[in-house]
C-alpha cells in the first residue's frame, strides 16, 4: 500500500506491524507544536524586576529629578517576539540605557525638543536600524513611550496615551 510503512521485528515475531506515514507526520507536527508553545512560555516579572536596574541606565543625569524636567515613562511590554533581546535606549542620539523584556523605566528630561529612540543589537544578527520619535516635553504634561518589537526587522517606539 503506498503511504505505509512495514516493520518486521524479526523472526520470533511472525507478525508485521505497519505504521501510516500519515499518523507518524500529525504526531510529528503535534509534538512540535508542545515543544514550541512550552519552550516559548515565560513567566510575568516581579515588581521589582520590572524596573530597569540602576546599572543598566548610563545616561545616569536623566534619572534624578531636577528643576526643569519632566518625568518620561519607557517601557517594554512583555512579548514573546523578540524576548531574549535586549532594547537600547538612546536620548537625544546618545546611548542612554539597557532595556530587557517586561521592563520599565522613568527618565527625566528637560523641556524643549528631544529624540527617543530604541535600536536591538544580537550577536547572530545585524544590529537592526535606530528608530526614533520626536517629542517636544512642556512643563505640566505626561509623556509615556512604548518599546515594542512588531517583527522581526527591529524594536520600534511609539508614545503611549494609555501607560499601563
Avoid at 512550552?38 to 531636577?66: F, M, R, W
Amino acid at each position: 500500500m503506498e503511504g505505509d510503512v512495514a516493520f518486521n521485528f524479526g523472526p520470533q515475531m511472525t507478525k508485521s506491524y505497519t505504521l501510516k506515514i500519515n499518523d507518524m507526520k500529525k504526531t510529528l507536527i503535534s509534538l512540535a507544536a508542545v515543544i514550541t508553545l512550552v519552550g516559548c512560555h515565560n513567566s510575568p516579572l516581579k515588581p521589582e524586576d520590572a524596573l530597569v536596574k540602576q546599572d543598566k541606565i548610563y545616561a545616569s543625569k536623566l534619572i534624578t529629578p531636577a528643576p526643569g524636567t519632566v518625568p518620561v515613562l519607557i517601557q517594554r511590554p512583555a512579548a514573546h517576539l523578540g524576548w531574549p533581546w535586549t532594547a537600547y535606549i538612546y536620548v537625544d542620539g546618545k546611548y542612554a540605557a539597557e532595556m530587557d523584556n517586561g521592563q520599565r523605566m522613568s527618565i527625566h528630561l528637560p523641556f524643549g525638543r528631544h529624540q527617543i529612540g530604541v535600536k536591538v543589537y544580537d550577536s547572530n544578527a545585524p544590529a537592526g536600524p535606530l528608530r526614533e520619535v520626536e517629542v517636544s516635553i512642556v512643563e505640566g504634561d505626561t509623556y509615556a513611550f512604548k518599546v515594542f518589537l512588531p517583527t522581526y526587522s527591529g524594536f520600534e517606539i511609539q508614545r503611549d496615551y494609555q501607560p499601563g
